[in-house]
């Protein structure tokens, strides 16, 4: 397993768009996952959580924001594309992007994704619940701020990830690499 990171609070989605454009068949899905002062509510909107259930999630995480559910203004949030060898399935990596929702950035990512039809699950494990599942006593003050992860606890994060919510998402690699 390898994971690449990149630098915490910068914005890019570059490499991410890039690999997916060229390799779409190594990429396995992708998580989006709100960061808590992105949309500026203590709750998600019932859409972002909807989404996963649809046939094409990054189309319909598209058309919520052409209908101007993000109420016009870009968003912060964390993405966390899963690739796999196509020699290897079973060799899973992990690529974390920090995005906002912007036509440059996370919505050319997810028009990438809906072209291919790959996964963009919605309804993941946010970083604030992670993080108190992992520390069962009191959170370490630091790890609140993500510019403080390790890489460690950012490949724990992931793959937590991945057990608990992308079961479906790799099945569905699995059997389209046969």
């Not at 968003?75 to 990596?93: G, Y």
Request: charged content about 15%; proline content about 5%.
């Amino acid at each position: 397993m390898s994971l690449l990171l990149p630098r915490i609070g910068i914005t890019d989605c570059t490499r991410a768009i890039v690999f997916v454009s060229n390799f779409p068949q190594n990429t396995v899905g992708s998580f989006w996952i709100a960061n808590g002062h992105g949309f500026g509510k203590p709750t998600l909107p019932d859409w972002w959580i909807n989404s996963v259930n649809s046939e094409n999630p990054a189309q319909a995480i598209l058309d919520a924001y052409q209908s101007d559910d993000f109420n016009g203004h870009p968003k912060l949030v964390t993405c966390i594309l899963v690739t796999a060898d196509s020699s290897n399935p079973a060799n899973i990596s992990y690529l974390v992007q920090h995005t906002r929702m912007n036509s440059f950035e996370g919505l050319e990512l997810l028009k990438v994704l809906a072209q291919h039809n790959i996964p963009a699950y919605t309804g993941t494990t946010l970083h604030d619940d992670f993080l108190s599942r992992r520390f069962s006593s009191q959170i370490p003050k630091e790890l609140k701020d993500l510019h403080y992860w390790s890489v460690q606890l950012w490949e724990d994060f992931c793959s937590h990830q991945l057990a608990e919510h992308g079961q479906r998402m790799l099945a569905q690699f699995w059997a389209k690499s046969r």
